[in-house]
């Protein structure tokens, strides 16, 4: 078992910043690469950026690189997303998902835990 618990998320203007978390539980040593995703209402569920285990290879989509920033501390079982910039378009929930491999991919079904979801609303 693996649980995923995001939390960070809330509203700001275009241009602010917001860092939201993610806390893994369980079964963690299960875990190796890690992502985030985002889902606007309406819309598919969109990969925003993957992070393997040692943290050695990233993968940002286009539309966020230079502005977001991902990390991870494997010793605290955290992953951070750092979104700097922030535009109306990243207005979305934001999903931490994780693999039990270590090859990071863009495909939800490639990432068997999820967390719940954080909300992050960027206004004009």
């Known amino acids: 078992q693996v649980q995923l618990v995001e939390s960070g998320g809330g509203s700001v203007q275009a241009g602010g910043s917001l860092r939201v978390s993610c806390v893994a539980s369980?079964?963690?040593?299960?875990?190796?690469?890690m992502g985030w995703f985002r889902q606007a209402p309406g819309k598919e569920r969109e990969f925003v950026v993957g992070i393997n285990w040692s943290g050695s290879s990233i993968y940002y989509v286009d539309s966020v690189k230079g502005r977001f920033t991902i990390s991870r501390d494997n010793a605290k079982n955290t992953m951070y997303l750092q979104m700097n910039s922030l535009k109306p378009e990243d207005t979305a929930v934001y999903y931490c998902?994780?693999?039990?491999?270590?090859?990071?991919?863009?495909?939800?079904?490639?990432?068997?835990?999820w967390g719940q979801g954080t909300q992050v609303t960027v206004s004009s």
């Open positions: 998902a994780a693999s039990r491999d270590n090859k990071i991919t863009s495909i939800p079904s490639s990432y068997p835990y």
């Open positions: 369980g079964r963690t040593f299960s875990i190796y690469a």
